[in-house]
């Protein structure tokens, strides 16, 4: 071996400690600046929802002014438009609401129920990979696409069977809406009774239990609490609908539970207000934010009642 060169010569200790922090420099100023990062962002997302719920609270209390609150609760008309007599009694779209959202979620929780059994008590590890995520297609469909099948499609399939059926009307809305809801209420509680351990099927089928037995006893009861939150956010959902109720369920806020008659649910009267011609400054104008102060707290004792039910009957394995 040759004497090496300056060019060859190796790098004292010195140098490669250097060498080491120049490189270890860069990640660690990330380290500092990461926590700093990600606590912005979590603040900014909090400061949305923040000023979210001001807008709507500021904006209702000077709705409030013009009308009475009394009136807003215990009234049954809902006429913003009528100069004269105008009413805002929002019962009625209230009830719109929930029909349309009670007649999704009868058709919704059943098959939803019945396809989460399937994936998880029935299927094959195969079948599984091809059913579940054909079903979740059903949730990237476009809303507005699924209110115009309601109308063009499902509504005159239904006045063959129901000839005083409206061209606008609750049935038609709600049980596409379910549709759409099927793959929320499917995935969410086929993972929760997949959680169930597969020592308790076992222990179950060892006493002499039916497959089917240990999927509605065993398995179901044990996943109570993620079946009956996945509910609960699939009423959320549908409550909270707008382009399907607004394309299909007509504009007409009357109050009846007759779902052969043309509707109007809270998301569909704003709607409404903001693509027509209600001035800045007006009643109507301010109604929309009581309206959406309305929905907000709807949809908040819905997922505050999933959160609770999901901590309270959680089982742990």
Do not use: C
Not at 175 to 194: K, N, Q, R, Y
Not at 220 to 246: D, H, W
Not at 288 to 308: E, K, P, R, S
């Amino acid at each position: 071996m040759g004497i090496p060169t300056n060019q060859e010569q190796p790098f004292s200790v010195r140098e490669m400690i250097v060498e080491n922090q120049r490189r270890q420099h860069w990640p660690k100023r990330m380290e500092k600046i990461a926590p700093k990062l990600l606590f912005t962002l979590a603040a900014l997302s909090v400061l949305v929802t923040l000023g979210i719920l001001f807008t709507l609270l500021f904006e209702t209390i000077e709705f409030f002014r013009w009308v009475s609150i009394v009136e807003f609760v215990t009234s049954k008309e809902w006429l913003p438009w009528n100069e004269e007599h105008g009413s805002f009694g929002v019962a009625p779209l209230v009830t719109g609401t929930l029909l349309t959202t009670g007649i999704a979620m009868l058709f919704a929780v059943p098959i939803g129920l019945a396809s989460a059994i399937y994936l998880s008590e029935y299927a094959s590890e195969r079948t599984r990979r091809i059913i579940k995520p054909a079903l979740e297609v059903l949730a990237g469909i476009p809303t507005i696409v699924y209110g115009f099948f309601a109308l063009t499609i499902v509504t005159p399939l239904l006045q063959n069977v129901i000839p005083d059926l409206e061209i606008f009307n609750a049935l038609s809305p709600g049980l596409v809406m379910g549709i759409m809801i099927i793959p929320m209420i499917a995935s969410l509680s086929e993972d929760a009774m997949s959680a169930v351990p597969n020592s308790i099927r076992e222990g179950a089928l060892a006493l002499g239990a039916t497959k089917l037995e240990v999927a509605l006893k065993v398995v179901l009861p044990a996943a109570a609490s993620g079946v009956i939150a996945s509910v609960i956010l699939g009423i959320s959902r549908a409550v909270g609908e707008t382009m399907i109720v607004a394309v299909a369920g007509g504009s007409s806020p009357e109050f009846t539970f007759d779902v052969t008659k043309s509707i109007q649910t809270l998301t569909a009267y704003i709607v409404q207000v903001t693509t027509g011609d209600a001035g800045y400054g007006t009643t109507i104008y301010y109604s929309i934010y009581a309206v959406g102060m309305t929905l907000f707290l709807f949809t908040l004792v819905m997922n505050v009642l999933a959160q609770y039910i999901s901590r309270r009957f959680r089982e742990e394995y």
